[in-house]
């Protein structure tokens, strides 16, 4: 019987010729990430031994740099980790920071055909890269890190067979914002994205949905190998990696064909994402506080770009913070060569060093009380950003920028078409 | 056998109302002063150890936080849902909080009602109303982990990671 995309790495990482829906399987960890809050003093359990320190990677991104003294003493102990067992791949504040899911795709980390585990729940960005990757929490990782292994209770898979293209103006946070509203969500369900239209979609565009798959409560999102993604890897990574197909015979829980120029531009209103998104137009309006572009899912060099074309030549409302954090130093360097960076700055966006900042609420535009914000970022929850009485919408980068502009909830259409100047 | 009183809540409850962004910096015991406190706040002065509580779909979707040892810390006698986010049921193996998933589980009690749990017979009976349901399978090891207080415990016994100091 065909196995699919994460069947087949996990029966390669379990030992077993063929695994399947239902099995709970031990696998070998090929990369472990540890991220700052693994070092929270009310979290972090101090590891004597390590499978092998080669495989685990470290990187500073929550919470960078330390906005107090609790967290200037957590970076502390993860440093201290780092030193004793000579972890080569660390990520500090500085020219290699950024958003661990970020670094993990820059660096090639992700190779196709291998399992990545790390605490945080939207590590299954790297599912983008044909990898197993998933966020398994601080006991697990820890054991990931200590032992060499993890384990996994093997889910059905639903495949989507992606057609066409998308229309200028959409992206693939809108394609996620309709899939959430269409389908609900996919507990106890991997997704693998795969069909015709792949190859319209840059890295950049596929890391999104990979990321977002976590909030679908999606166990894994993998993507079919193709020669854009092979050569992503190759030019970062020269390890040698075996990239996983799905058989022609694999057994999915259900196929569904997406027709990719059918989707537009869509909100998902505050407090939750799954079946709670409308049309832009449908929100439009809603006076907003601030407006927020970043994150591990869209502060990608796209997501700037987009930003960029929006606001060019305009100024951001009064009363409204538009904030930007790039996804990592890198990202932030590309963005200032390419020009992105000072249209977002003269149009008085405030563009922060790489860090998670915002979106997890952490610092860097919390939230105040009975606030509005839009969001292009991971979560919309209750109490995400801020204080719980705050309201988070959530939409693609160009949605956001034309909200900062506009002050209310806006369609970016609006501003592309009256023809700014980049 | 685990018989408690039920406290109810809806689909999709995340790991950031259990454990709020601010209260990651906390140590561990302040932590669960925070559980549910934007949604349904003085909640965690009137739940008692051994309550159970009973959600809805994509229980604990969201973080990879340790939301559920806040849980466990609050002494909650297991929590049983309609589906649980994968993530969070890991940090239930891994922490020790007995989480179950029972389709069917929100719409068959009332807030108050007591809850009858059996983990060995995979059943869930409402007290009130007699309805029984069955509780998906979960796989042994896993099963042992989760009622043995979890992961932590196992790996300093073999040497993996130092004690916790109180």
């Known amino acids: 019987m065909g196995m699919t995309v994460v069947e087949k790495i996990l029966a390669r990482a379990s030992g077993h010729a063929t695994v399947a829906p239902g099995d709970l399987i031990v696998a070998n960890a090929d990369t472990v990430v540890l991220i700052d809050p693994s070092f929270y003093p009310g979290i972090w359990r101090e590891i004597l031994k390590l ?28 440093r201290d980790f780092v030193a004793r067992f000579g972890i080569d791949r660390f990520f500090d504040v500085g020219y290699d920071q950024g958003i661990s899911h970020v670094i993990v795709a820059e660096r090639g980390y992700a190779l196709p055909g291998t399992v990545l585990v790390c605490s945080d729940s939207h590590t299954g960005s790297g599912g983008a890269f044909n990898c197993a990757a998933r966020g398994v929490g601080a006991p697990d990782l820890v054991y990931a890190a200590a032992t060499g292994q993890t ?17 200028p103006g959409v992206v693939t946070k809108d394609l996620f914002l309709w899939l959430a509203q269409t389908f609900g969500d996919h507990s106890d369900h991997n997704i693998e994205f795969g069909g015709p239209a792949l190859a319209t979609l840059g ?27 092979l050569n992503y890897i190759r030019e970062r990574n020269p390890a040698p990696f075996e990239a996983q197909y799905p058989d022609a015979d694999a057994t999915y829980a259900e196929r569904r064909d997406l027709d990719l120029a059918t989707i537009e531009p869509l909100v998902a209103l505050p407090d939750r994402i799954i079946r709670n998104a409308v049309p832009v137009s449908q929100a439009a309006g809603e006076r907003i506080h601030q407006a927020f572009i970043g994150s591990c899912a869209n502060g990608n060099l796209d997501d700037l770009a987009a930003a960029a074309r929006v606001v ?21 360097r590309q963005a200032v060569a390419a020009g992105y960076i000072g249209v977002l700055v003269n149009a008085g966006a405030v563009v922060t060093n790489a860090t998670c900042g915002a979106c997890g609420g952490g610092h860097m535009g919390v939230l105040g009380p009975n606030e509005t914000c839009i ?15 705050a309201r988070i919408y959530m939409a693609s980068p160009a949605t956001v920028a034309a909200s900062a502009i506009a002050g209310t909830i806006t369609h970016a259409g609006e501003f592309l078409q009256q023809g700014a100047v980049t | 056998m685990i018989s408690g009183r039920v406290w109810k809540f809806g689909d999709n409850i995340s790991t950031d109302l259990m454990l709020p962004g601010p209260a990651l910096a906390l140590v561990e015991k302040e932590q669960m002063r925070w559980v549910f406190q ?29 939301a559920a040892r806040s849980m466990r810390n609050l002494g909650i006698g297991c929590l049983i849902a309609d589906s649980i986010n994968r993530l969070f049921f890991r940090n239930c193996v891994g922490y020790g909080l007995i989480a179950l998933s029972c389709p069917g589980v929100s719409a068959a009690f009332e807030e108050g009602q007591i809850a009858e749990v059996s983990v060995a017979a995979r059943t869930v009976r409402n007290q009130t109303t007699g309805q029984t349901l069955s509780i998906n399978p979960i796989p042994e090891r896993l099963a042992k982990l989760m009622l043995s207080g979890g992961i932590y415990p196992l790996l300093e016994r073999e040497g993996f990671i130092a004690p916790l100091v109180a």
């Open chain 1, 312 to 332: 060019a030549g305009r100024r951001v409302a009064p009363g409204v913070r538009f904030l930007v954090t790039p996804g990592s130093q890198a990202i932030y």
């Open chain 2, 38 to 66: 934007a949604n349904r706040p003085g909640w965690v002065d009137e739940v008692r150890p051994g309550d159970i509580v009973i959600g809805g779909r994509s229980y604990g979707i969201g973080s990879g936080r340790p």
């Open chain 1, 151 to 167: 384990w996994f209770e093997l889910c059905p898979t639903i495949r989507y067979e992606l057609h066409g293209c998308l229309r």
């Open chain 1, 51 to 78: 499978d092998d320190p080669r495989k685990i990677v470290v990187v500073f991104d929550h919470r960078v740099p330390a906005p107090d003294r609790t967290v200037a003493g957590m970076h502390a102990i993860g």
């Open chain 1, 375 to 389: 969001t292009a970022s991971t979560r919309n929850y209750k109490g995400r950003m801020g204080d719980p009485s």
């Open chain 1, 203 to 229: 890295m950049d565009a596929r890391r999104t949905l990979s990321t977002m798959g976590t909030e679908l409560n999606a166990e894994f999102s993998v993507f079919e190998p193709d020669d854009v993604l």
